[in-house]
């Protein structure tokens, strides 16, 4: 639950925040980021809530290409989507959302080991790709 979460997204030490979500329509993985977002007013180091993710979303995207070039890689379909998803937009550093699907219409596959494991190792190769930028954007 993102009440669960939040706390920890805003810790110094978290470089990015990915949210992994399981689908049963359609295939592959959709990798979300944050839409621009604009109004809020900033009083020094208290952010406006929904615009707390501004600054980081370069850094998002960056990251979002990363993990769905590492996915295509090992023949997983992906795909990369601006959405308004919550909490990406109040998450003060890179903040993704992983919507992952069966390969194909089979939806007990995304219960198969071996689908889990080659995702979650193109997504540590894809984050490892950008963490030189991840470090950089904190």
Request: charged content about 15%; overall charge negative.
């Amino acid at each position: 639950a993102t009440t669960e979460i939040y706390p920890l997204s805003l810790h110094d030490a978290l470089p990015i925040y990915i949210c992994v979500h399981a689908a049963s329509q359609g295939n592959g993985v959709r990798v979300y980021t944050a839409p621009a977002s604009a109004g809020a007013e900033n009083h020094g180091p208290f952010l406006g809530w929904d615009t707390a993710q501004s600054s980081f979303q370069p850094t998002s995207r960056t990251a979002g290409v990363s993990l769905v070039r590492e996915l295509q890689g090992k023949q997983i379909s992906a795909r990369s989507l601006i959405a308004p998803l919550r909490p990406l937009n109040n998450i003060t550093t890179a903040a993704l959302a992983m919507e992952v699907a069966p390969p194909s219409d089979d939806v007990s596959q995304l219960n198969s080991p071996a689908y889990q494991q080659l995702i979650a190792a193109a997504v540590a190769a894809g984050v490892a790709d950008v963490r030189d930028k991840l470090e950089a954007g904190r």
